[in-house]
Structure formats: C-alpha cells, structure tokens
C-alpha cells in the first residue's frame, strides 16, 4: 500500500501555500512542477533531485541549500532567485534566466559574473561544458568563435575564458 | 499632526511632543522645510512627495511610512538633509526618484527601503544598513558605501562610478548592469569584485579588500583556491579593458 502525505509549498514571506499536492512516502522525486506558478517559493532544503520544474516560474524563489541533482530546469525562470549551496549538478539548466539569482556556493554551475551587462555562467550539458550569456546557449568553441572579433563584448571574450578556467580547475574540461 | 480647531498642520517631537514646526495649512504640500530643525520630528506615514528638506535636521526622526516618492528623478527633496542615525526606514518608506545628494546617511537604517532612481549622488551611506533595498537605477556616484551593509541590495544598472565600497558586504547583491563594479561571480563560494580605490583597482574576494599585487600574493600558493585566482585574472583583464588603473 502507498503511503500518502501532504506536501506544501508555501511563500517565503507571506506564508500562503502556493502548492499542496498528496505524494507518496518516496517525496517528491516523481512528482512534476512544471509550468507551476512558484514565485517567492520557500523551498529551503527541498529535495527536488530530479525533479520536473521545466518553464516553472520560481522568481525570487528560496532554493537555499535545495538539493536540484538532476533537475530538469528548462526555460524555468529563476531571476532573483536564491541558490546560495543549492546543488545544481546534472540539472539541466538549459534556457533558464538566473537574472539577479545568487549563485553563491551552487554546486554544478559557474558563476562568470555579469560582462558588458548580461550574466554569464557555465554548466555541464551532456558532460561537455555550456555556456549561457546573455541568451545564448553555446559550447565553448562555439562560444569563443561566436564572441571573438566583438571589438564591443571584449568584456564576454574573458566571460568565455574565466568560465573556461574553472571548468578546467573542476576537471570539467580536459 | 493636524490640528482640527486651528486647522494647521504641526510637525511634533516624538516623544515629547513639543510642537517643532507648524505651518496653517491641512497638509505639508509644497511646505519648505528648508534648514528647518526637525531632530527626532514624528513624520510617520507623512506624505513628504513635495517637501523640501533642503539642509534641514532630520537626525533620529521617525519616517516610516513617509511617502518621499518624487514626482521626477530630480526633485531638491533631501538635499543636504542630516539623516544620520534615522530610524525607522525599515521596508517602509517610499524613496523611489527621491533626491538625497550629499545627504548624511550614515548608519541609517534603509532595510529594505525601495530606492529605485534615487539620486544619492555623493551621499553618505557609511555603515548604513542597506540589507534587501531596492537601489535598482539609483544614481550613487561617488556616494560613500564604505562599511555598509548591501547583503541582498538590487543594483541593477545602478551607477556606483567612484564609490567607495572599501568594507562594504555586497553578498548576495545584484550586480546587474552595474558601471563602476567588475562583477567576477562566486569563485570556490566566495563574492568576488574589482572597483576603483583611490583611482587604482582594488579587489574584494570574501572578506579580503586588497590591490592587485597584494592579491595574487596573496592567492597563489594556495591550490584549495584556484578558482579564486582565476577570478582575480579575469578582473584584471576587464580592469585593462576598461583602462582602469592597476
């Protein structure tokens, strides 16, 4: 017999449950948040490895120390969003918007900061490193042709190359 | 604060209540308050959007829930106003477009204050509590950050140009278009910037405020933090595109 429970997602200020859902005794690693209307979410230590969360509107949303392991994060929304220690590895981050989100002690990302005005970060798609600035997704060879001879995004070109340098430290380059 | 049997409007004392200003009129639009004495003034919930406190007092007053929400990005609202050690900002007055250059703000308490547009042009902001406030497209050149807390502070396409942020805790804060802030993210966890010290780049990695030289000593003979030195690279190369000063 499966056991059922309740599971609420509440605001992180206000307190008003955004989500109930009954799920079974497992959690939440079957359950589906995609395209749900998250906002100001607290989900503090959540464990949503693998969870589905694609287009799902988690602006200002608390993800502080939330365990993301292979989320499906797709065109998910996370501006303003608080990752600080959240665990991003094997997400897929793919076209998600991380304007504003604190990265800071993410696992699976890297933070390149925000050159000529958009941000930068890199990540592992299919094992191989990512690049997102602004809205372009690139691999790191595409990336460097892309931006190379921009007289005017100098600043991304080193984006690329800082990103490119801590994926190397991690051992997500060869 | 209005009186009903005279019909004036009094600007009283907090805790003594002593009448500090006073003016025959319903309300304070367009009052000029200028080099007015207003220490410790009980304005909470006023509606100060046409008030010129132009050099006026304003230490220890209580202005939570004032409405300072400027009609254009320039009004002559707080102009030189001394704000030192004013209370109750916390997340609830309306600073939006409202003029506070050369203000003293020092150690005021601005929590979560909407800011957005302000113009604190040269305004004194050291040690100030800052935590969570919307200084989106605020005008903060040469304003003094200096040892202030800016944990969680939206600085998006704000101008911080000749800031001095030397102590000043920008954790969590949004570095979004921002001119005057190499922006190098979050190496090995820890918030990582450059800036202009005294027309020369100084860098800020966690807790650590030093220039470049004292920096890459500092930084690499440690392997544990590679990424950090990375980051360190990486604001020196924008640093030299933006032809700052090393």
């Known amino acids: 017999m499966t056991t059922l429970r309740c599971y609420e997602i509440v605001h992180r200020r206000t307190g008003e449950v955004l989500l109930s859902r009954e799920i079974n005794a497992a959690g939440m690693h079957d359950a589906s948040l995609q395209g749900l209307s998250l906002r100001g979410a607290d989900l503090r230590r959540a464990d949503l490895r693998g969870i589905d969360c694609r287009k799902a509107d988690l602006r200002g949303a608390d993800l502080r120390h939330a365990n993301l392991h292979g989320a499906d994060l797709r065109h998910a929304n996370l501006r303003f969003a608080n990752l600080l220690n959240a665990d991003l590895i094997g997400a897929n981050l793919f076209d998600i918007d991380l304007t504003g989100a604190i990265l800071r002690g993410a696992a699976g990302i890297v933070d390149g900061g925000a050159p000529d005005g958009w941000y930068a970060y890199g990540w592992r798609r299919d094992h191989r490193l990512s690049l997102r600035i602004g809205c372009r997704e690139l691999r790191l060879d595409e990336a460097r042709k892309y931006w190379e001879g921009k007289f005017d995004r100098l600043e991304v070109l080193a984006a690329v190359e800082y990103i490119a340098a801590v994926a190397t430290i991690r051992g997500w380059l060869p | ?246």
């Open chain 2, 1 to 246: 604060m209005v009186d009903t049997h005279t019909k004036s409007f009094k600007i009283k004392e907090r805790f003594s209540q002593n009448t500090l200003w006073e003016i025959n009129a319903a309300s304070l639009r367009n009052a000029n308050l200028q080099g007015v004495n207003l220490r410790g003034a009980n304005l909470r919930g006023a509606d100060l959007r046409t008030v010129n406190f132009r050099g006026a007092d304003l230490r220890e007053a209580d202005l939570s829930h004032a409405d300072f929400h400027g009609p254009n990005l320039h009004v002559p609202l707080l102009r030189d106003a001394n704000l030192d050690g004013a209370i109750n900002f916390y997340a609830s007055a309306d600073l939006r477009g409202a003029d506070l250059r050369d203000a003293d703000l020092r150690g005021a308490d601005l929590r979560g204050v909407d800011m957005r547009h302000a113009y604190l042009r040269c305004a004194s902001l050291s040690c100030a509590l800052l935590c969570s406030a919307d200084l989106s497209r605020a005008y903060l050149n040469g304003a003094d950050l200096s040892a202030a807390d800016l944990r969680g502070v939206d600085f998006t396409s704000a101008d911080l140009r000749d800031v001095n942020l030397f102590e000043a805790n920008l954790n969590g804060a949004t570095l979004h278009c921002v001119s005057g802030i190499i922006d190098a993210g979050t190496p090995d966890g820890w918030r990582a910037y450059g800036w202009l010290r005294d027309g020369r780049l100084s860098i800020r990695v966690g807790c650590w405020e030093k220039r470049l030289t004292e920096t890459r000593e500092y930084w690499a003979g440690r392997p544990d933090h590679r990424e950090v030195l990375a980051a360190v690279e990486h604001i020196v190369t924008i640093a030299a595109i933006r032809g700052w000063k090393l």
